[in-house]
Structure formats: structure tokens, C-alpha cells
């Protein structure tokens, strides 16, 4: 699975921007799905993920009830709406996958990885 990200820009506080990470190669389905964020010199932040059927998902307080999560099989996209936006949330944002045997959020090792895409969130 080859993971291409895109969507980012600069921004100003409580504007909005939506995400696209689109997959080639088979069974996208079979994947769990997440984006990360990371700012240099900080660690990685896994802020969402979502199950293969896009039943589960999870998000970490930093963006719950701002962020949203969607996959659309069809498209072998995953998408990540940010609303609200913050400066905090100033990072590269990647999208990730994972090979699930089940539906879950969490567990399985992402192993596939896009190239990250650049959010600036001016204040």
C-alpha cells in the first residue's frame, strides 16, 4: 500500500481544512487507518484512527470534537475534516495504514506511510 497525502495549507485560527490521503494497491478495506502529527523536536502524535469499516474510531483529547475521521473505500481515500482550528495544531500531518484482521482502532503497527503534508495555523 502506497499512501499520498494532501490538503494542507496555511490557515488562521478557527478555520477549517480537510485532509486527503489516497492508497494505491490492494485491499485498502483490510486497513486500519490513522493520521499522525509532528512538529520538530517534538515526538509523533497519533491524533485519529479508524476501523476498516469505519465503525471505530479514535481521537486523542488535543483534537476530539474538532477533528474528523472518514474513509471511503471505494475511493481508497481516508480523510481528516479539521475544524476550529488552533496555532497548537501547527504540524506536519500524516496518514498512515494498517493491516487488520479485525475491525479495531488500535493494536495492529501502521506500516504504510505518506509523505506528510505541511498545516500552519496562524494566529
Known amino acids: 500500500v502506497q499512501l499520498q497525502a494532501s490538503g494542507g495549507g496555511l490557515v488562521h485560527t478557527g478555520d477549517s481544512l480537510r485532509l486527503s490521503c489516497v492508497a494505491s494497491?490492494?485491499?485498502?478495506?483490510?486497513?486500519?487507518v490513522g493520521w499522525f502529527r509532528q512538529v520538530p523536536g517534538q515526538e509523533r502524535e497519533h491524533v485519529a484512527a479508524?476501523?476498516?469499516?469505519?465503525?471505530?474510531?479514535y481521537y486523542s483529547n488535543s483534537v476530539k470534537d474538532r477533528f474528523i475521521i472518514s474513509r471511503d473505500n471505494e475511493k481508497n481515500t481516508v480523510y481528516l475534516q479539521m475544524n476550529s482550528l488552533k496555532p497548537e495544531d501547527t504540524a506536519v500531518y500524516y496518514c498512515?495504514?494498517?493491516?487488520?484482521?479485525?475491525?479495531?482502532?488500535?493494536?495492529?503497527?501502521?506500516?504504510?506511510w505518506g509523505q506528510g503534508t505541511q498545516v500552519t495555523v496562524s494566529s
Open positions: 479508524l476501523s476498516r469499516s469505519g465503525g471505530g474510531t
Open positions: 494497491g490492494r485491499a485498502f478495506s483490510s486497513h486500519l
Open positions: 498512515a495504514a494498517a493491516f487488520s484482521d479485525y475491525d479495531v482502532v488500535m493494536g495492529p503497527r501502521y506500516e504504510y
